[in-house]
């Protein structure tokens, strides 16, 4: 079993930066493909960006060159560096792993574990 445990979330104002940590259990982590997703009320849990085993990224359009995904292998945590926030980023992030050890795209299908979620609050 996998578990996932997200934290980082919280209150920043427009322009501002976070960065939210994903730590995973797991014996094979090296070889799981991580990701965060989005969720607003409403409104379906959509990618936002990606990362393979081979440190190849993925990030969605709305968040490219403002977002950065890192993983630390050794310590099996993930991490999601937002820069730039905008008001319309704010949502429940996501944390998920795919442990299959090839990066099927940004389906949440292809996830198999995922963390409770925490709350990024963008507002002034």
């Known amino acids: 079993q996998v578990a996932l445990v997200e934290s980082g979330g919280g209150l920043v104002q427009p322009g501002g930066s976070l960065v939210l940590s994903c730590a995973v259990s797991g014996r094979t982590f090296a070889h799981y493909t991580m990701a965060w997703f989005r969720q607003t009320p409403g409104n379906e849990r959509e990618f936002v960006a990606a990362?393979?085993?081979?440190?190849?990224?993925s990030y969605t359009d709305s968040v490219s060159g403002r977002f950065r995904i890192f993983r630390d292998n050794g310590k099996t945590l993930v991490y999601l560096v937002m820069n730039n926030l905008k008001p319309e980023d704010m949502a429940v992030y996501y944390c998920?792993?795919?442990?299959?050890?090839?990066?099927?795209?940004?389906?949440?299908?292809?996830?198999?574990?995922w963390g409770q979620g925490t709350q990024v609050t963008v507002s002034s």
């Open positions: 990362i393979s085993s081979g440190d190849l990224r």
């Open positions: 998920a792993a795919d442990p299959s050890g090839v990066y099927r795209g940004r389906g949440t299908t292809n996830y198999d574990y």
